[in-house]
């Protein structure tokens, strides 16, 4: 189950945020710092927009520069082939998936991979390293040896991170159905 959805839009997320809470009459909150716009439904479900975009990273910061972008522009900054999935809710196009990075086949494959070159994503930020981890946990996934490699690679990476983050994920991978698979990798 999830609590939350992301909807990328090609152009303002914060300007669509807003013209579906007049219409819902519900309160938006817009966070301009990172671009977003999120709304609660009645249930509970938390709605982040954002518009889609590129980024690009120093080596001393896992914190992008960030640039108006393509659908496939924000799909390829994603971390993992199974989180850059859409699905299109143009008119033209209504409910068809875009996954150009064969994310529907690893998640029948149970496998973590990222959508780009490994070391670039890990070493970009860091903390991505974890997070496949924890999903391997968290969902029985196997990560993909080129993918595993390239944590291997990149592990000295982790000291960007701030302890703060590195807990949360560790703390996830805990409360995963299997944590010692997550402490084993």
Wanted: hydrophobic share 40%.
């Amino acid at each position: 189950p999830s609590t939350d959805v992301d909807v990328v839009v090609v152009g303002s997320g914060i300007a669509l945020a807003e013209a579906l809470g007049r219409e819902l009459r519900t309160k938006v909150s817009i966070y301009k710092t990172f671009g977003t716009a999120m709304l609660r439904t009645r249930d509970g479900v938390e709605v982040e927009f954002v518009g889609a975009r590129r980024e690009s990273y120093t080596r001393d910061s896992r914190k992008p520069q960030v640039e108006a972008g393509t659908l496939e522009d924000d799909q390829r900054r994603r971390d993992f082939t199974i989180n850059a999935l859409a699905w299109s809710l143009s008119e033209e196009h209504f409910g068809a998936l875009v996954d150009p990075f064969g994310g529907m086949e690893d998640m029948e494959d149970c496998l973590i991979r990222t959508p780009c070159d490994p070391d670039i994503t890990f070493s970009d930020d860091p903390l991505r390293m974890m997070r496949a981890v924890r999903f391997a946990a968290q969902l029985g996934f196997t990560i993909d040896d080129e993918t595993f490699e390239a944590i291997c690679r990149n592990a000295e990476r982790i000291h960007i991170v701030s302890r703060e983050r590195i807990i949360t994920e560790l703390n996830k991978i805990v409360l995963s159905p299997v944590p010692s698979m997550g402490f084993m990798l």
